[in-house]
C-alpha cells in the first residue's frame, strides 16, 4: 500500500475517532463469552495481552479491569490518545501504541491473548501467530464476504473474509471455537490456541 493510501486511511480513522462515531466502551459481546468460556479457565491469574486494532479503548480497558497487562495498537494517534483517556485510573496496565498495522512485529511468543475485532490485515497473520505465547489464545472476528448483503461496514473484498479463512489461516493453532453468521452482518468468531 502506497504511502498516500495509509495516510488516508490514519485520516479517515482519525475523523471518525473526532467525530464519535467509533466511541464506545462497551466490549464486544463475543468478548464477553470467550472470557468466561476458554480465558479465565485458562488464565485465572489473567496474564498479558495484545488489542490488535483497539481504537479508543473498549477492550483494552474490560481486560485491565481484570488485572491483564494489555498492550494497545492502533493506526489512529486521536484514537490512542481517547484510549488513554478512557484508562486514566488503568494506565499502569495499558500500554498504548500509535502504529501502522501492516509493519507489525511483536515479537516472538510475547502474549498469552491476542484479540483482533473488526480489523483485516492478512499480512501479520504468521506475525499474530508467532506472537502468541505456548497455550496463548488469539480471539478473531470480524466481516466476511457476506456483509456485501447488508448497509454499513466495510464492503470491498479486501476487508472481508472469504468463507472458513480464518481456520486456513490459523491451521497452526488448535480450533476452540469457529462460526460464521449471517444475522443483520456478515461475521466469523474464532478462538484458536497455540500448541
Known amino acids: 500500500m502506497t504511502s498516500t493510501k495509509i495516510a488516508n486511511e490514519k485520516e479517515n480513522w482519525n475523523r471518525r475517532y473526532r467525530d464519535g462515531t467509533h466511541s464506545s466502551l462497551q466490549p ?14 485458562d488464565f485465572p491469574n489473567a496474564g498479558s495481552a495484545l488489542d490488535v486494532a483497539g481504537g479508543v479503548g473498549r477492550h483494552a480497558i474490560w481486560l485491565a ?34 502504529a501502522d498495522l501492516r509493519d507489525f512485529e511483536a515479537g ?3 502474549y ?4 483482533v475485532f473488526f480489523y483485516l490485515q492478512r499480512s501479520i497473520f504468521p506475525e ?7 497455550g496463548g ?20 473484498p479486501m476487508h472481508l473474509l472469504r468463507p472458513n479463512e480464518l481456520l486456513r489461516a490459523f491451521s497452526k493453532l488448535r480450533t476452540l471455537y469457529y462460526r ?15 500448541p
Do not use: C, M
Not at 484514537?79 to 496496565?93: F, I, P, T, Y
Not at 499474530?128 to 505456548?134: D, F, G, K, P, Y
Not at 489464545?137 to 470491498?156: A, C, D, M, V
Open 28 to 41: 464486544d459481546s463475543f468478548l464477553v463469552s470467550t472470557f468466561d468460556e476458554y480465558i479465565q479457565p
Open 65 to 98: 479491569r481484570r488485572q491483564w497487562q494489555v498492550t494497545l495498537i492502533d493506526i489512529s494517534e486521536v484514537g490512542v490518545e481517547k484510549a488513554r483517556e478512557n484508562a486514566r485510573d488503568l494506565s499502569h496496565r495499558i500500554e498504548f501504541r500509535v
Open 108 to 110: 516472538s511468543e510475547r
Open 112 to 115: 498469552d491473548l491476542i484479540l
Open 128 to 134: 499474530l501467530v508467532a506472537s502468541l505465547r505456548r
Open 137 to 156: 489464545l488469539l480471539i478473531y472476528k470480524t466481516y466476511t464476504l457476506e456483509q456485501q448483503r447488508f448497509s454499513g461496514g466495510p464492503s470491498h
Open 180 to 194: 460464521e453468521t449471517t444475522h443483520e452482518r456478515g461475521v466469523a468468531e474464532f478462538v484458536g490456541r497455540k
